[in-house]
């Protein structure tokens, strides 16, 4: 979708085409890694995946089924959009989204692409329990080779009204045997107080069929006044250019009474482009080891269905 940016008489091919690239180097920062919700759909195609491609706009739409041993099933639906209006200066961007939590996307489980979904106290929910409107705007506040920030603030359409204001920065250190992604936030809501994430990504791309990510999120709210560490080490074999596996181990702890590991995982995902670019399926066996059970196995699988349309830039 191409953006109108002209203003008085036409302007010369030439000068269109650098005044584009100055806004598209601004949306690279400002609107790609959409990291959760591009991670989970494009993790299993990481030779076309979310760190190259410039995803602004996007409709995320999502229908699970997931059995867990002695529960029943459960069935859960839900959607997520984001809307990225046109610039209004080369450094601000208009954001209209639909998304889950920050905190429950950070600690969440990024291979398994379900609606288990940990919480900032660590229980386990679907996923559209967590999900919320936002308007807003983000302004791109420096960018330079050490680091990026940005500086986000808009209001979450909750009943009441809830006010917020975001702190971002970012650095990737591109080694050459790996990638590491420092990212920081901190987050001001005026119901739930203060929030903060802390991650640090670890990829590493052994070949054209697999690579690695170990994925670790530090989080703190608030609402809990506890410290949430998920570690989550992700390994994904691309076996053709509409289809891969994702084989994951994760583990969560706490850090209050005293620093434990409170519940482990593993699953292996299969995901399969079924149609165009925008239907996805996904089948997923794993096992959960929770600490309230004595760390006994709890499987489960999970049948899920996609439907992720994006703009390009």
Avoid: C
Avoid at 30 to 58: C, E, P, Y
Avoid at 133 to 161: C, E, H, V
């Amino acid at each position: 979708m191409s953006e109108d940016i002209s203003v008085g008489p036409p302007t010369t091919p030439a000068i269109e085409t650098t005044i584009e690239e100055d806004i598209n180097a601004s949306n690279e920062y400002i609107a790609t890694k959409w990291d959760q919700l591009n991670r989970r759909v494009d993790t299993f195609f990481t030779n076309q995946g979310s760190q190259s491609s410039k995803t602004k706009s996007s409709i995320f739409f999502y229908s699970s089924f997931y059995k867990k041993e002695g529960q029943s099933l459960d069935t859960n639906y839900d959607f997520q959009v984001r809307f990225d209006l046109p610039n209004t200066t080369k450094k601000l961007k208009i954001v209209i989204e639909k998304q889950q939590d920050e905190i429950s996307n950070a600690i969440s489980d990024t291979s398994v692409s379900s609606n288990r979904v940990i919480t900032k106290d660590g229980k386990v929910i679907n996923a559209n329990e967590e999900s919320h409107y936002t308007a807003g705007a983000s302004l791109l506040l420096k960018q330079s080779k050490y680091f990026a920030s940005f500086f986000n603030f808009g209001i979450r359409l909750d009943m009441p009204l809830n006010p917020f204001a975001k702190i971002e920065l970012r650095k990737d250190i591109n080694a050459h045997f790996l990638t590491i992604g420092l990212s920081q936030k901190v987050i001001v809501y005026r119901q739930q107080g203060l929030e903060n994430i802390s991650q640090l990504v670890l990829t590493k791309k052994l070949n054209s069929t697999f690579q690695t990510d170990l994925i670790n999120s530090l989080v703190w709210t608030d609402e809990s006044d506890t410290l949430v560490l998920r570690n989550n080490f992700v390994l994904t074999q691309i076996i053709g250019e509409e289809k891969g596996l994702a084989y994951s181990l994760g583990a969560n702890a706490k850090f209050s009474p005293t620093f434990y590991y409170e519940s482990y995982d593993a699953s292996v995902s299969y995901k399969q482009l079924l149609y165009m670019d925008w239907l996805y399926a996904t089948w997923t066996l794993g096992v959960d080891f929770p600490k309230s059970s004595h760390f006994n196995d709890e499987k489960f699988v999970q049948f899920r269905i996609d439907i992720f349309f994006r703009e390009k830039g």
